[in-house]
């Protein structure tokens, strides 16, 4: 892969995980949250506490604060928990009350919505495996940073088993397309 490509790739990724962390992490979701109750408010602080664990990935993988593997494994198994069952287990049919952000679409896909809440799950803890490789800009053959696709074409990208074997940012970057997938679908627009 040419520097020119890997950095225009840095770009997007940086670019996308800046928006999801802004989205997730925002005083916007504070002030969301006034009112909430129920399942309502726990899938609110769960996926608050996920967006403020994907900021802080973000930061590091920017190099806006250091990079550290083992706070990446901890932040990652951290988002890693808040996906999969736990995930899903937070939208019970229905489950509309104000001021909640999901939408109704999620029950009438409910198979794509858990697909994206497991691989929220593989690809957090893919990245925590992950968490000690080379990074992406330390060695030349990093060329996954650059695949196309992404989840927001459909493609389910690299097995996470394979992505535990990459660069960080690799694994960072499905998660992060993961996350804006399940937005996209699935969340009121702001």
């Not at 996926?47 to 403020?52: E, L, Q, S, T, Y």
Request: with cysteine.
């Amino acid at each position: 892969m040419t520097q020119r490509r890997r950095q225009a790739s840095y770009a997007v990724l940086w670019a996308g995980a800046a928006l999801l962390a802004g989205a997730l992490g925002s005083a916007g979701l504070v002030a969301a949250h006034t009112g909430a109750s129920g399942v309502v408010k726990e899938r609110m602080d769960q996926m608050k506490d996920a967006g403020d664990a994907t900021k802080a990935l973000a930061d590091m993988m920017r190099g806006k604060s250091a990079y550290d593997a083992a706070a990446v494994r901890r932040l990652a198994d951290r988002i890693a928990g808040h996906g999969g069952d736990a995930l899903t287990e937070n939208f019970p049919e229905g489950s509309l009350d104000p001021p909640t952000e999901a939408r109704p679409e999620i029950w009438e896909n409910w198979s794509r919505f858990e697909d994206l809440a497991h691989r929220m799950e593989a690809y957090a803890r893919a990245l925590a495996k992950a968490a000690d490789n080379p990074r992406a800009g330390d060695q030349a053959g990093s060329g996954m940073m650059g695949q196309g696709g992404g989840m927001m074409g459909g493609d389910a990208g690299p097995p996470p088993e394979r992505l535990a074997k990459a660069p960080p940012e690799a694994a960072f970057r499905r998660l992060t397309q993961t996350c804006s997938a399940c937005h996209k679908s699935f969340r009121v627009d702001k």
